[in-house]
């Protein structure tokens, strides 16, 4: 959530983790980030550009849309 944060107040433009959900971040740990992420105006959402799943283990979070869209386009093209 810390990260998240970090877009939220403006020191990061991005930031992604893309692991697995027994991996990665439980919806425990992103809910707090999320909400304070889209309230500052920036945008949460999966690594593939659909609506943030938070059972996923995966987030993006972006200060603009567009920047979020170009970064899951880079990570989709990666993952073929």
Not at 25 to 33: L, S, T
Not at 51 to 75: P, W
Request: aromatic share 4%; glycine share 12%.
């Amino acid at each position: 959530a810390l990260s998240m944060c970090n877009v939220a107040c403006g020191r990061a433009d991005i930031f992604y983790e893309g692991l697995s959900p027994k991996q990665g971040p439980k919806p425990w740990d992103m809910g707090a980030g999320r909400l304070i992420v889209t309230e500052a105006g920036g945008v949460v959402m999966d690594h593939d550009g659909s609506k943030h799943d938070l059972a996923s283990g995966r987030v993006l979070c972006a200060s603009s849309e567009s920047l979020a869209r170009h970064v899951a386009q880079i990570i989709s093209s990666r993952q073929k």
